[in-house]
């Protein structure tokens, strides 16, 4: 099995072009998905996040950590939450991303976590 992470991209415009009546419709369909995913096995970790105001951005590299309100990247798309499941291979990652999207109304990006270095692997291998 491979742990994948699914994560929701959009916009505030994406956001504002669903009307906020929709949003409990919506919120039911992605408990529904969430229910599912625990029922198929597959579930290993989800959340949704705060807007990205919320941010903070820390960069530790020199003496003193810098840390900078808002989001890394100054971009008008941005991660609204996010779905870890472990699945036998890419397909069935994608089968339940398009469900996931589905539910959510907005684009999902599938990617691969890295494999576990072996147990002995020399350090920096």
Not at 102 to 125: H, I, L, N, S, T
Request: hydrophobic letters at 40%; one cysteine or more; glycine letters at 10%.
């Amino acid at each position: 099995m491979t742990q994948y992470l699914l994560t929701v991209h959009g916009s505030d415009e994406d956001n504002a072009a669903v009307p906020e009546e929709e949003w409990p419709a919506m919120f039911a369909a992605v408990d529904r998905f969430n229910d599912q995913l625990r029922t198929d096995g597959v579930w290993v970790f989800a959340g949704g996040l705060e807007s990205v105001e919320t941010a903070t951005v820390v960069d530790g590299q020199g003496e003193t950590p810098v840390f900078t309100d808002g989001p890394y990247l100054e971009t008008k798309e941005h991660i609204g939450g996010f779905w870890i499941i472990d699945v036998p291979d890419l397909d069935a990652a994608l089968k339940y991303a398009a469900a996931g999207s589905k539910a959510c109304q907005g684009k999902v990006e599938v990617r691969p976590f890295q494999a576990e270095p072996p147990a002995d692997a020399p350090a920096g291998a």
